[in-house]
Nanobody
Framework: QLQLVESGGGLVQPGGSLRLSCAAS????????IGWFRQAPGKEREEVSCISGADDSTYYADSVKGRFTISRDNAKNTVHLQMNKLKPEDTGVYYC?????????????????????WGQGTQVTVSS
């Protein structure tokens, strides 16, 4: 299993922005599929975005489409989740996860069960 570390969470007002980062120290993430998930108190975990390890194609949940952007920074061995126009319902613990197996030209979320390595999470709170 990879050791993944999320960072960049915090408290932000509605309409604000945050950029989350997912980093690994012992292996290159370039060819891993990466997913970002969130879990709010009392709610099920939700996959919000993923990026393919095969061709960097991306997919977003409808709830974040047009507001969140997932991207790789290969020089820093990091995957980012840029979150704009944040809403109170975006509040939760955000986790990144990695999988060695992801298709090209993804047209749906990579199944959560495909991810074998998970980070510890970073808290995002959107509140005025």
């Amino acid at each position: 299993q990879l050791q993944l570390v999320e960072s960049g969470g915090g408290l932000v007002q509605p309409g604000g922005s945050l950029r989350l980062s997912c980093a690994a120290s012992e292996i290159t993430l370039d060819y891993y599929g990466i997913g970002w998930f969130r879990q709010a108190p009392g709610k099920e975990r939700e996959e919000v975005s993923c990026i393919s390890g095969a061709d960097d194609s991306t997919y977003y949940a409808d709830s974040v489409k047009g507001r969140f952007t997932i991207s790789r920074d290969n020089a820093k061995n990091t995957v980012h989740l840029q979150m704009n126009k944040l809403k109170p319902e975006d509040t939760g613990v955000y986790y990144c996860a990695a999988t060695e197996f992801s298709p090209m030209a993804i047209a749906t979320m990579i199944p959560p069960t495909d991810f074998g390595s998970w980070g510890q999470g970073t808290q995002v709170t959107v509140s005025s």
